[in-house]
């Protein structure tokens, strides 16, 4: 049974789940139905294909996404892969016929290590040691050099996407219960300090293999375990070579013999756990190009963990030394804004003790300057620091630019700038976040006032719709001194301002933060006529926020 739980959009918090071999994702859907009006009535399908889902787009308008990837062939899922459909996003959550627990949620006694009591012994019938040598597979059968190749492709993306260590050995054990035959699989963590071998990871081929444990654990050798950690070797083991009931021709089913494969997760010189895998023997006996397919896993798996820590350790420090760089940076800014209050309420206190109106004036105009660029300055560090889904609701773009120009004609004036509005009449409404677009228009209109200079400084602001790409595009240029080359590439980077001490440097990243969680795009023109001109095109359906590269090129003409 697939499982489908919808993370964002009108059916937020709704779970579908589906048996059938084909399912239709859509509005019109009766086996996984969503009410979003963005997608199409059938949006997408499940299929089952070789024991996993498979996702398909049917030819929907606003297309499907994987992992914010448009899928144009059929996908096959992971366990934990987002969906995006329109305006919604779905998990994947795997299929529920595959039972599995992970870090706090394993049962207490679910696992146990056998001392050699509880159970048959278990020999060793093969190792491969677990090093570089152990991923090239030496000339395999054609169907494990498959299986092998598909892999060593799907860990190359997992090591990738730097997941966190509980989530990779979910994705590594996917892998694994897709390409090789396993009933029950665990993956041991080794504690830090008490060099304890843990169970992170449990998965169960069915519910009908976790039913046979019937109330008793998984006995995992603690023999093979040990000999895997310390040898640093990938082990196949089986209780049946030398159990002498097995010899004497008794019933192996009666008897409950397994198939065992133990690979060490490596990681330079330190062993970070050991994956365990094992089977019926009735069912199936592992062989030792499995166990060398199992134990390059493994090292791989080892790897990727080392990987992400190393990479996580190195971002810890970077967020430090960026949160003292902004601390500083808006601890000094902060510091001329009171700094410009207390002036005026000087100047005004002065001008209330003479009873001097004039001076009361200009005393007050300097406060209420220094207000607003407090007001701003929270404005953008809310709009920045958060994650923010935003409101859709129809918007008329024109009306907003019409707002903003009447919200700063004053600041205009007193400057003696010119503010033009180019708006075409056939732009149309569209699904979009009235607040953030606004947002995103005075943040640009602001900025191009304080560029330009006092006196003959003309800003033009447009509006175009292009029908052919289903996008409105918003354009705002001044004649100004434009924006310096080696600026260029960090316009949009927080807190990089060419206003010296008069900016904060949040207004043009905000404003493409919010244009991007709208699934549009903004950049930066550079007119043959001089000045600066900044571009933004928002589609007049919901897209999936877009992410692109700081330095993307110009786009088409607003």
């Excluded at 009171?338 to 003790?353: E, K, N, P």
Aim: charged share 25%.
């Amino acid at each position: 049974m697939a499982t489908l739980i919808v993370l964002q959009g009108p059916d937020k918090g709704r779970t579908l789940r589906t048996a059938d071999d084909v399912a239709v994702i859509g509005r019109g859907s009766d086996q996984l139905p969503l009410t979003d009006q963005t997608i199409s009535r059938r949006h997408a399908e499940l299929r089952v294909a070789d024991g996993s889902w498979m996702l398909v787009d049917l030819n929907s308008a606003n297309g499907t996404y994987v992992n914010g990837v448009r899928i144009a062939k059929p996908t096959r899922l992971k366990h934990g892969d987002q969906i995006r459909l329109g305006g919604t996003l779905l998990a994947y959550t795997g299929d529920e016929a595959m039972q599995q627990f992970s870090g706090s949620a394993i049962p207490r006694d679910l696992v146990t290590l056998d001392a050699g009591s509880l159970t048959l012994d278990a020999a060793v019938v093969a190792s491969v040691p677990s090093n570089d040598d152990s991923v090239v597979l030496a000339a395999p059968e054609t169907a494990y050099a498959v299986k092998a190749w598909n892999m060593m492709r799907e860990l190359t993306e997992v090591i990738g996407s730097l997941l966190p260590t509980d989530q990779l050995l979910q994705r590594v054990m996917d892998i694994i219960f897709r390409e090789v035959e396993v009933e029950r699989g665990v993956v041991f963590v080794r504690d830090e300090e008490t060099d304890d071998l843990m169970p992170e990871v449990v998965r169960f081929r069915d519910q009908a293999a976790e039913r046979e444990l019937d109330g008793k654990t998984i006995i995992a050798s603690r023999t093979i375990l040990n000999h895997a950690v310390q040898s640093r070797e990938g082990v196949l083991s089986s209780n049946a070579v030398t159990d002498a009931r097995f010899r004497s021709g008794k019933s192996v089913q009666n008897l409950g013999l397994r198939s065992v494969i133990c690979a060490p997760i490596v990681a330079r010189e330190h062993v970070l756990g050991v994956i365990h895998l094992d089977c019926s023997v009735t069912r199936h006996t592992y062989n030792e190009y499995e166990l060398r397919l199992v134990t390059a896993v493994g090292y791989q798996a080892g790897l990727a963990i080392e990987n992400a820590r190393l990479v996580q350790q190195h971002m810890q420090r970077e967020r430090l030394a960026a949160a003292g760089e902004t601390v500083a940076y808006l601890s000094h800014y902060i510091k001329n804004l009171l700094q410009g209050m207390r002036s005026g309420a000087d100047i005004l206190q002065r001008g209330l003790d003479k009873r001097e109106l004039p001076t009361v004036t200009q005393g007050w105009q300097i406060v209420e300057r220094n207000l607003d660029r407090s007001y701003n300055l929270m404005l953008n560090m809310l709009a920045f620091s958060k994650q923010r889904e935003p409101r859709l609701e129809p918007v008329q773009v024109n009306r907003v630019v019409d707002d903003v120009i009447g919200l700063v004609q004053k600041q205009a004036d007193d400057k003696h700038v010119v503010l033009l509005a180019d708006l075409d009449e056939h732009v149309p409404s569209a699904p979009l976040d009235y607040d953030g677009v606004h947002q995103v228009v005075l943040n640009i209109v602001t900025n191009a006032i304080d560029a330009v200079a006092k006196g003959n400084g003309i800003i033009n602001v447009r509006t175009r719709f292009a029908a052919d790409r289903r996008e409105i595009l918003l354009a705002v240029a001044d004649n100004g001194p434009g924006v310096a080359a080696d600026m260029r590439a960090q316009v949009f980077e927080p807190f990089r301002s060419s206003k010296g001490q008069g900016g904060t440097g949040l207004g043009l990243a905000v404003a493409r933060k919010i244009v991007r969680e709208l699934g549009g795009d903004i950049e930066l023109a550079d007119p043959p006529d001089g000045g600066a001109e900044f571009r933004v095109r928002l589609p007049i359906v919901p897209q999936p926020p877009h992410v692109k590269g700081d330095t993307d090129g110009p786009g088409p003409e607003a």
